[in-house]
C-alpha cells in the first residue's frame, strides 16, 4: 500500500513540477519577446500547419523528456513511470508515422532508463559510503544524462517538426502540378 501512496505523492509531486516549469517558460518567453520586440512570436506559431497526429506526437516526446528529467533529480524508479516512458515513446512514433526511427526512440528510451537505474546504484552507494569520488561521478553522470535527454527531445521534435515541413511542401507540390 505505502508503494501506491508514494507513486502517487510522486506523481502530483512530478505535476506540480511540470506546473512550475510551464510557468518560468511562458515568463521566459514572455520576457525575451519584450526585450527583443518580437510581438508577432507566439508559442503555438509551431504547431501552425501540424496535423493533430503531429502535435500529439509533440506533445508526448515533450512528456517523455520532462517525466526523464523528473526521474533524474528525483532520483527515484518507479514501474509507473518505466511503463508511462515506454508507452509515450511507442504512441508518439505511432503518430507520427515515425516507423523507421521508432526503433531507434525506443531503444534510446530503454537506454535511458538503464543509464536512471545506474544514477540510482551510485546513489546508493553514496548513502553507503559517503565518498566524494562516487558523490562527482554521480554529479557528473547526471550532468550528462541531462544533456543526452536534451539532446534526444530536441532530435525528436526536430524531426516531427522537419517532418510537417515535408508534408506541406509535397501538398504544394501536388497541388502545382494539379494546376498545370
Known amino acids: 500500500m505505502n508503494d ?11 505535476t506540480c513540477v511540470s506546473i512550475i516549469f ?30 493533430n497526429h503531429t502535435i500529439i506526437a509533440f506533445s508526448l516526446v515533450t512528456f517523455t523528456y520532462l517525466l526523464l ?3 533524474l533529480v528525483d532520483q527515484t524508479i518507479s514501474y509507473v513511470y ?3 516512458i515506454i508507452c509515450s515513446v511507442v504512441i508518439a512514433d ?15 528510451a530503454i537506454i535511458s532508463i538503464v543509464a536512471l537505474c ?24 547526471m550532468i550528462f544524462l541531462f544533456l543526452y535527454f536534451t539532446y534526444m ?10 517532418l510537417e ?9 501536388g497541388n502545382r502540378n494539379e494546376n498545370r
Not at 545506474?118 to 553522470?141: A, E, G, H, P, S
Not at 527531445?153 to 524531426?159: A, D, I, M, S
Request: aromatic letters at 16%; zero cysteines.
Open 4 to 14: 501506491y501512496l508514494d507513486t502517487i505523492y510522486s506523481l502530483v509531486s512530478f
Open 22 to 51: 510551464l510557468i518560468i517558460l511562458s515568463i521566459t518567453l514572455k520576457l525575451v519577446s519584450k526585450k527583443f520586440n518580437l510581438e508577432k512570436l507566439r508559442l503555438y506559431g509551431i504547431f501552425l500547419n501540424m496535423t
Open 69 to 71: 528529467v523528473w526521474m
Open 82 to 84: 518505466v511503463a508511462s
Open 94 to 108: 505511432l503518430y507520427a508515422n515515425n516507423y523507421p526511427h521508432g526503433f531507434i526512440n525506443l531503444l534510446n
Open 118 to 141: 545506474f544514477v540510482d546504484y551510485l546513489n546508493n552507494l553514496v548513502k553507503l559510503d559517503n565518498n566524494v569520488y562516487l558523490t562527482l561521478i554521480m554529479v557528473f553522470v
Open 153 to 162: 527531445t530536441f532530435r525528436n521534435l526536430n524531426y516531427l517538426v522537419n
Open 165 to 173: 515541413k515535408n508534408r506541406i511542401i509535397k501538398n504544394k507540390r
